[in-house]
């Protein structure tokens, strides 16, 4: 379902002592946002992230999950694990883990699809780096990436999803895709999922901040945005969220 939807990704970031902080701002100044509004925390936060976030409209979720329902994969952990603390999203197939964890797309499709089996909103992230971006190479680069989704899960499943444009060359580096190039990433995306596309909920995430997300969200097929570093912060957050015309 196509839907506004801005979810932090809080990445390695937290403690408890801080998290309160964070999500008790969250609670209070984010209930009613103009569009969904998510955390992902790393798993030992999800508790505290139910707890401190139950009974308000904010959701919450994990940052990966693994392919496998259960078994012998030491230090992964299941969908079904992070469902039981009432988790709505999990991000698949982030940059950081497809780099620096050897995450293939397929594996990344078996996570989206475990998610989706755990009654789960997997975030699947696609994006290509600066070398492929100057070679042309971004549609092509994405199209691998969706392409493995979409044999796995279907158009219609995978319209369900979150689908996050992340070019790797945009995240942590504060230098943010221009809205004309993140939409022609967005409408190349909807593209792809044929007839399904148009439902589908496209976010924007590469140094997201108060000063651009305005106009990246004006843009007609941008729905929002995966937000790192400015999602630590309420005073950045909030604006964020309110992005929207
Ligand atoms: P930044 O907003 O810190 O660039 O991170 C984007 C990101 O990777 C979100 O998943």
């Known amino acids: 379902m196509r839907a506004r939807t801005v979810v932090g990704n809080w990445k390695m970031h937290g403690e408890l002592a801080s998290n309160a902080k964070l999500l008790g701002r ?11 509004v998510g955390v992902c925390v790393p798993f030992p936060y999800l508790a505290q992230a139910r707890d401190l976030l139950d009974g308000c409209p904010i959701g919450w979720g994990a940052q990966d999950a693994s ?29 950081e883990r497809r780099s620096l964890h050897a995450e293939t797309s397929d594996r990344v499709a078996a996570k989206a699809q475990a998610v989706m089996a755990a009654g789960l909103t997997p975030i699947v992230c696609v994006g290509e780096t600066l070398e492929e971006r ?45 809205p004309g190039q993140a939409q022609a990433v967005h ?17 924007y995430g590469g140094s997201v901040k108060p000063a ?3 106009e990246l969200f004006a843009m007609p097929d941008i729905d929002g945005g995966l937000i790192g570093g400015a999602s630590l912060s309420i005073e950045e957050f909030e604006p964020i969220c309110r992005a929207f015309d």
Do not use: K
């Open 26 to 36: 969250l609670r209070e100044r984010l209930a009613d946002a103009p569009c969904r």
């Open 187 to 203: 409408a190349f995306i909807r593209a792809r999922l044929g007839a399904a596309g148009a439902g589908a909920t496209v976010v």
């Open 67 to 95: 392919a496998h329902p259960r078994g012998a994969y030491t230090g992964e952990v299941s969908a079904a694990m992070v469902a039981e603390f009432g988790s709505r999203w999990v991000i698949v197939g982030h940059s």
């Open 134 to 178: 100057e070679a042309g190479r971004t549609e092509a680069v994405v199209a691998e990436q969706l392409d493995a989704c979409l044999s796995r899960l279907g158009a219609p499943a995978l319209a369900e999803a979150v689908i996050a444009y992340e070019p790797v060359w945009a995240i942590g580096t504060g230098r943010t895709a221009s």
């Open 212 to 214: 651009n997300a305005r």
